[in-house]
């Protein structure tokens, strides 16, 4: 490379860096973490909706936050817990935030246990199985809260425990972990039996 | 051709070539200084100061990614190395406090290193290491039980053995870098293709294939490893997290949005570290613009260059930590092109301003961290709180699984909760401060750089009786 170029190029770059250094401090990028947030889950995203509008007394935005999710509510009522809709038609249109909560809570068990009875399903596919799992506690951990200690905690343990009866394949055979299908479903009849109440 | 500088400082004093017994005097400081930071590490008390930590922890136990055992990317070679230890029967808390420690205690010894290969010169070693031991950030990368100080550890060493033409071992070291780090994904890349870019023409292939070939093998291992683990559950992972750490995780919500702190902030809170950074820059600057022909000290200016993009533009500025490896390269900069006498003038004065926070840091009594602190406060207590945190949700719940932990990512739900009627009384845990709520308790951070938290008790016109 000609020594020319050179030296007229580097100082440049490096100035033109420090000064994209400069810019940056101005810029305000994300703060604290929480590795929990679960991502695309409807139902957080709409009961957060639903709290915000709570919080700002804009009560005449529910239908318009409840219309686009109505569809989940539905395929819930269809496939899990018949009558979860026309609860949910009546707490909006009643504009009350109690019955909303409670609806809201009434769909999280439901599709706590959408997954959980899907795990079971699968419980041959590991990570399938697993995976829906996971998910369910990441939904349970928002609405865990509203449950007294013992019953929190005999939710989580019961979790636990189904995670471990999936087994686990190992990698490449090694620590390989059998299926118990008997102790998964001893567990999921616990955990839907407290977490309905 | 360019001017090598082997000799600058012993130019500039003759009379230094032969005063071995200066260079004795120099080290006996420099040791006992850093026997008492390692003595003052292992009087720390164990305490966990973050969820990243019980999570890197939990991964020592048993891997799995979706369960957050730990975070992802995964980190799988600093878990692999804590797996290590604990075949010398450490428990995997201490595996994962002894590894922070020692990583944090190998960066000064790595730096002088490092800096003598480059320069040959005992003097410039002693300087690289008095600075990197007085280094502010050196106490937290220690005891946050976190991978930070692991990575750099692992990057000197990359960088040594490539200074000493070592390429395979170079290579299979910045791949543990990364499986340590994943972080520093651009800070090991973006220089090395643009040096075998920049030296095109005169590119050995001897040194550059066996570098590329053990970085590639030893990041395939991991990454086959990790996939063979989680399965595509990880893809999804990866997407989730990629996509939340740039946009979405802004979370300061019992303080408005707009509460974020930025790098002035920062600056603000820390004034000496700051003063240190930008002397730093600006010196650096001045060697890079003056010196740009020097072979010697390229690789290290453009990986410093690259540091400071990612980590200024790209890195969370509320976490001090990430400033640290910044920090550690624009002293090598600065120690590599060590020409004139006022560049060592300027290390001397950053040396004596560290030196300061040092000695603050060292004759600080052991504390536990501001969230073991807390929880070791609420622990005792019978009644059942509501308690409403963004610092340590995890650990808050494993440690008071007696108490109703809540998410305070989750920001409307908890003002909603905030304003109306509930049985319990309410805790709330931020670093910052909240001017409608009263009775707050402050808990220190050990050292520069770890947050203070405060503990808040909901006032009592929002309290009500009856739920």
């Keep these: ?23 940056s401090l101005s810029i305000k990028p994300a703060s604290a973490y929480s590795y929990a947030a679960a991502g695309k889950e409807p139902l957080i995203e709409a009961s957060e909706a639903f709290y915000k509008a709570f919080n700002d007394d804009a009560y005449d935005d529910l239908q318009k936050i409840y219309l686009p999710f109505r569809k989940e509510i539905e395929y819930l009522d269809i496939n899990h817990d018949e009558g979860l809709l026309l609860s949910f038609d009546d707490a909006v249109s009643e504009k009350d935030d109690k019955l909303i909560i409670n609806a809201l809570n009434r769909a999280v068990i439901a599709d706590i246990s959408r997954r959980l009875n899907a795990a079971l ?15 369910s506690k990441q939904l349970y951990d928002i609405m865990a809260q509203s449950y007294g200690a013992e019953k929190r905690q005999t939710i989580y343990d019961n979790l636990d425990i189904c995670l471990n009866a999936i087994g686990n394949p190992g990698i490449f055979g090694v620590g390989k972990k059998p299926v118990d299908a008997t102790v998964y479903k001893s567990a999921l009849d616990k955990i839907l039996s407290i977490i309905a109440k | ?73 995964g980190y799988p070679g600093f878990i692999l190395l804590a797996k290590l230890l604990t075949i010398f029967g450490l428990s995997p808390e201490n595996s994962i406090r002894y590894i922070s420690i020692l990583s944090a205690l190998a960066i000064p010894p790595l730096s002088g290193l490092l800096i003598f290969y480059k320069v040959k010169q005992q003097f410039a070693a002693i300087l690289t290491f008095a600075a990197m031991l007085t280094m502010p950030l050196l106490p937290l990368l220690g005891l946050l039980m976190l991978s930070d100080g692991c990575g750099i550890m692992m990057l000197l060493i990359a960088l040594i053995l490539q200074e000493n033409k070592k390429p395979l071992l170079a290579g299979i070291a910045f791949g543990l870098t990364l499986s340590i780090r994943p972080s520093f994904l651009l800070i090991v890349i973006i220089p090395q293709v643009f040096l075998m870019i920049k030296n095109a023409r005169t590119l050995n292939f001897k040194i550059s294939m ?70 730093l820059l600006i010196t650096s600057t001045v060697i890079a613009i003056k010196n740009i022909k020097l072979k010697q000290y390229n690789d290290i200016l453009i990986i410093t260059l690259t540091a400071c993009i990612w980590v200024f533009l790209f890195q969370n500025p509320e976490n001090m930590r990430h400033l640290s490896l910044p920090l550690i390269l624009l002293i090598l900069l600065i120690t590599s092109a060590m020409q004139s006498k006022y560049y060592m003038i300027i290390l001397i004065g950053v040396i004596s301003i560290q030196s300061l926070i040092f000695i603050a840091h060292l004759t600080n009594p052991p504390a536990l961290s501001p969230l073991a602190q807390i929880a070791k406060n609420l622990i005792h207590n019978d009644e059942e709180y509501m308690i409403i945190t963004n610092h340590g ?21 908890v003002k909603y909760l905030l304003k109306n009627k509930n049985s319990f009384k309410i805790y709330i845990i931020s670093s910052n401060k909240i001017k409608e709520y009263f009775n707050e308790t402050i808990f220190n951070g050990r050292v520069l750089g770890e947050k203070n938290l405060i503990l808040y008790i909901q006032q009592a016109k929002y309290r009500h009786d009856n739920f």
């Design chain 1, 1 to 23: 490379m000609p020594i020319v170029n050179h030296k007229i190029k580097s100082p440049v770059i490096i100035m033109l860096s420090i000064m994209a250094l400069i810019g």
């Design chain 1, 121 to 135: 399903i699968n419980i041959e596919n590991y990570q399938m199985a697993k995976i829906l799992i996971i998910k």
């Design chain 2, 1 to 73: 051709m360019p001017r090598f500088i082997n000799l600058p400082l012993i130019r500039y004093y003759p009379s230094l070539q032969n005063k071995i017994i200066l260079w004795r005097i120099l080290w006996g400081v420099n040791i006992a200084a850093y026997s008492w930071l390692a003595i003052w590490f292992f009087k720390q008390p164990f305490s966990i100061s973050s969820d990243d930590a019980l999570f890197f922890i939990g991964g020592v136990k048993s891997f799995s990614i979706l369960e957050f055992r730990p975070h992802f990317p």
């Design chain 2, 210 to 279: 066996p570098l590329i070939s053990g970085f590639v093998i030893c990041g395939m291992v991991f990454l086959v490893g990790l996939f063979a683990i989680e399965g595509y559950g990880l893809l999804n992972e990866a997407l989730r997290f990629t996509s939340g750490h740039f946009s979405l995780w802004g979370n300061n919500i019992l303080s408005d949005n707009d509460d974020k702190k930025n790098l002035f902030d920062m600056a603000y809170q820390a004034p000496l570290l700051a003063t240190i950074m930008i002397t």
């Design chain 2, 393 to 413: 949700v995890a650990y808050l719940k494993y440690k008071l699984p007696m108490h109703r932990i809540s998410d305070a990512y989750y920001k409307n739900r």
